[in-house]
């Protein structure tokens, strides 16, 4: 099985500032990778896909980089609706498609 | 505008079953696998089981097989999550999203979410 890791577990943060969250895998997953944001009492949203294309209507101050086995997502200018927990998942061929523990984006 | 409607939350004792249905909505329903995950309070979501909306193939996730059936009935976009044997641990948000294109990739579509609480 392949185990995912995030960092940090969470992250205080201020309106404005740039924000990096990394995602690693235990094997490579080649860039099989998705990132969702997930609200309190909400279904996840998918943000990114295939590590690094923006899915359509997110805003272009995510974006998602990386291969192999570590990748990051980053908030480029950190607006009040992104404070959220936010989680890597990968899709490598025949895994079982498993989700990082998640990191919480909270108010410095 | 793509929509999944899941049904409402459920009590069951332990070792009884229940089972939650996804209606798809805002889209072609054959042209797109839909997974089912559940979550924890706190904790990351967790992949169950996947069908194929256009032929009703299933992959079920090695922790779920054996308890878990999933079903779909086109004429309605309709699909069913059916768990059986419940445990106190089974408690937990249940959601159904759709997949990617025609498999089981990446989840662009997510359901409201169906709470299971199972308690004596």
């Known amino acids: 099985d392949i185990q995912m890791t995030q960092s940090p577990s969470t992250l205080s943060a201020s309106i404005g500032d740039r924000v990096t969250i990394t995602c690693r895998a235990s094997q490579t997953i080649y860039s099989w990778l998705a990132w969702y944001q997930q609200k309190p009492g909400k279904a996840p949203k998918l943000l990114i896909y295939k590590a690094s294309i923006l899915e359509s209507g997110v805003p272009s101050r995510f974006s998602g980089s990386g291969s192999g086995t570590e990748f990051t997502l980053t908030i480029s200018s950190l607006q009040p609706d992104d404070f959220a927990t936010y989680y890597c998942?990968?899709?490598?061929?025949?895994?079982?498609?498993?989700f990082g523990p998640g990191t919480k984006v909270d108010i410095k | 505008q793509v929509q999944l409607v899941q049904s409402g939350p459920e009590v069951k004792k332990p070792g009884a079953s229940v089972t939650v249905s996804c209606q798809a909505s805002g889209y072609t329903f054959t042209r797109h696998g839909i997974s089912w995950m559940r979550q924890a309070p706190g904790q990351r979501p967790v992949w169950m089981a996947w069908i194929s909306a256009k032929n009703g193939n299933t992959k079920y996730g090695e922790k779920f097989q054996g308890r878990i059936t999933l079903t779909r009935d086109t004429s309605t976009n309709i699909v069913y999550m059916e768990l059986r044997s419940l445990r106190s641990d089974d408690s937990a948000v249940y959601f159904c999203?759709?997949?990617?294109?025609?498999?089981?990739?990446?989840?662009?579509?997510w359901g409201q979410g169906t709470l299971v609480s199972v308690s004596p």
């Open positions: 998942q990968e899709y490598n061929v025949y895994s079982e498609r498993t």
């Open positions: 999203a759709r997949g990617s294109d025609g498999g089981n990739d990446y989840f662009d579509s």
